[in-house]
Nanobody, 127 residues
Framework: QLQLVESGGGLVQPGGSLRLSCAAS????????IGWFRQAPGKVREGVSC????????YYAEFVKGRFTISRDNAKNTAYLQLNSLKPEDTGVYYC????????????????????WGQGTQVTVSS
């Protein structure tokens, strides 16, 4: 059974940091691009960041550039999203997703292009 499981969310004060993990089971992540998405209460899901299969290419939404860092460890079959300088508006459920890309450098934050999704992990930024 193909599965993605996120972890690492929690409650953090503004300016704090979290590291989210996305562990895959039932398939090997090295054949997939990984995307991170988030959804705040009452808002539509939005793309945050993605990383290519070959790890050579990353993409960040403008609102997280310079604060978040995406990475992957194919040996551990896990992807990560480091969240720094967190703001209250970063609050939401964070999801990782995976899909087979057309080439090793391909990246996308269009959610409809992703086939596999995790259940999400809650990130709350509040004082």
């Amino acid at each position: 059974q193909l599965q993605l499981v996120e972890s690492g969310g929690g409650l953090v004060q503004p300016g704090g940091s979290l590291r989210l993990s996305c562990a895959a089971s039932g398939f090997t992540l090295d054949k997939y691009i990984i995307g991170w998405f988030r959804q705040a209460p009452g808002k539509v899901r939005e793309g945050v960041s993605c990383i290519s299969k070959g790890r050579s290419n990353t993409y960040y939404a403008e609102f997280v550039k310079g604060r978040f860092t995406i990475s992957r460890d194919n040996a551990k079959n896990t992807a990560y999203l480091q969240l720094n300088s967190l703001k209250p508006e970063d609050t939401g459920v964070y999801y990782c997703a995976a899909t087979v890309p057309p080439d090793s450098d391909y990246v996308t934050l269009f959610s409809y292009e992703y086939d596999y999704w995790g259940q999400g992990t809650q990130v709350t930024v509040s004082s």
